[in-house]
């Protein structure tokens, strides 16, 4: 068979994700606060991009895309952001807003400030306080006051190595290679750091947390030396052991324990830690007597226009390279306000749909949480559960009954005993944690019988799933309990 060149035509189909395309997905699975930072950025980037402060009614600014003229900043004013989402541009269903309530939210603190001769309260300053001091911090001030020279060098690395809950998780002979000092030095400034405040600071291991602290308060004798020595049998309620290797009486143990009981096993913790970034939400729901209304966080935001009249005025007699670009920019802009208002509109659509299938939560709590998947919620509002998906990660909704990630209200379902309906796990889960918290230290739950009760509640449950449920929510076994009630007396 002779082989020979030839050419063949094909025609074929792919998906092809276009860089705007790409940017446009980025957008939809940003928070709110990751998108300020995006727009920011986008802001210095975009010379024909001005913003506005954001505010609680408006989204983002709305452009023709057509180079020529500015359009009015009355009229750029006067678009409210509800009737954005609510138009019929087939991208987001009607929401039934009542523009007259009051706002949803205060973005700042004069909104919630009334005028002069009301009776609101004034401004609370103390909610502008600084950030409470770091363990760190309040270690370091008292380094200063104790050491000096190579003392407060050798006892600066040891505050270092610090964690936030006052442990020194260190080797000491590789700290004292490390600074090329002895490490004799190196244990006698750590006996010093030992004794700062608070008292357990310090300590390399939970015995040794608590041993500093029973020697500042005076009760670190051989008895009690013993007991925090065998702290694994105080933690598994062997008291007959203990009394035997402590050589105590009933008496005797009781009040060591008790004593136990009053030392802190992680010190560090009454400090606060690393600066911590406030949760915003993305979102508010609040109940009208129309329904619920559904309403986008854009106090965070900046409301972005497209500045066509610098852009008439750079274009002008400009060169056909400066042109282009310019127009390159125009289109940039137009694409990101167009980019921004159909991610408001896929999250309130979103929104609205987890609002519709979980208004059980919303009106009576927890309890009647109904299960929801992804694959629900997209085919209600005719999307792919990768769009749902991205809309849910790392985003907050605020409503009466506190501060919820949208992930938050899927989760899988138990089925009922009677009837064709189910319950959602988190329902479950609230349910197990109400019977645990309200038994008695001598009648203590086991999973079988937790397991049995939620069966004559209806819920077909098994006992390895109220194990895994429990553990989720960080309760011990039943052992563990009745231990720990037994501790506490």
């Known amino acids: 068979m002779a082989l020979g060149p030839r050419l063949d035509l094909r025609q074929s189909q792919s ?22 930072a995006y727009l920011a950025e986008a802001l210095e980037g975009n010379p024909l991009l001005d913003a506005t402060a954001g505010d609680s009614d408006g989204s983002a600014g709305d452009a023709d895309g057509e180079p020529g003229g500015e359009a009015p900043a009355t009229e750029a004013a006067s678009l ?41 309260e004034g401004i609370d300053f103390d909610s502008f306080a600084g950030e409470d001091e770091t363990l760190h911090g309040h270690l370091l001030a008292q380094v200063g006051e104790r050491f000096s020279g190579l003392e407060a060098m050798v006892a600066e690395q040891i505050v270092a190595l610090i964690d936030e809950t006052g442990y020194l998780r260190a080797d000491l002979a590789e700290l004292a290679q490390r600074l ?12 010093g750091v030992q004794c700062f405040d608070p008292s357990g600071v310090g300590g390399r291991d939970l015995a040794e947390c608590i041993a500093i602290q029973a020697r500042e308060a005076d009760r670190y004798d051989p008895a009690m030396a013993t007991m925090i020595a065998h702290l694994e049998l105080v933690a598994k309620g062997a008291f007959p052991q203990l009394k035997r290797i402590c050589g105590v009486d009933d008496e005797d143990l009781a009040d060591m324990i008790r004593e136990l009981r009053n030392y802190d096993p992680k010190p560090g913790l009454k400090f606060g830690g690393d600066a911590s970034q406030a949760v915003v939400p993305d979102l508010y729901i ?18 972005l ?10 274009a002008t007699g400009a060169a056909a390279k400066s042109k282009a670009w310019l127009s390159e920019q125009l289109a940039s802009a137009n694409w990101l306000v167009r980019a921004l208002d159909q991610r408001q509109r896929t999250i309130v659509k979103v929104a609205s749909a987890i609002v519709k299938q979980q208004e059980g939560f919303f009106l009576h709590g927890v309890a009647h949480m109904r299960p929801l998947t992804l694959r629900q919620v997209a085919e209600e509002i005719g999307m792919h559960e990768s769009t749902v998906s991205r809309v849910t990660s790392n985003k907050y909704l605020s409503c009466p009954r506190g501060l919820f990630e949208l992930k938050y209200f899927f989760s899988s379902g138990i089925s009922a005993t009677e009837g064709d309906g189910a319950v959602s796990s988190e329902s479950i889960k609230s349910r197990i944690k109400a019977m645990i918290e309200a038994e008695d230290g001598k009648a203590i739950l086991s999973d079988e019988t937790i397991a049995q009760k939620l069966s004559a509640e209806g ?23 009745r231990r720990q009630k037994a501790l506490a007396g």
């Open 305 to 314: 226009l497209v500045n066509r009249r610098y852009y008439t005025e750079l």
């Open 15 to 36: 998906l092809v994700m276009t860089p705007q395309l790409q940017q446009a997905i980025k957008l939809l699975a940003l928070s709110n606060l990751e998108l300020e």
């Open 180 to 191: 090329g000092v002895p490490l004799a030095l190196v244990e006698t400034i750590l006996a």
């Open 459 to 481: 819920h077909d449950i098994a006992r390895r799933t109220v194990v895994k449920y429990r553990e989720a929510m960080g309760y011990g076994s039943s052992v563990q309990r």
């Open 286 to 303: 609040r109940r009208t007597a129309q329904g619920w209304a559904v309403e986008i966080n854009s106090g965070t935001l900046p409301r």
């Open 80 to 120: 409210d952001a509800d009737q954005a989402l609510s138009s019929d541009n087939g991208t987001a269903n009607d929401l039934d807003v009542d523009l007259t309530a009051d706002s949803f939210h205060h973005d700042s603190a004069s909104d919630s400030v009334g005028v002069s001769g009301s009776d609101s």
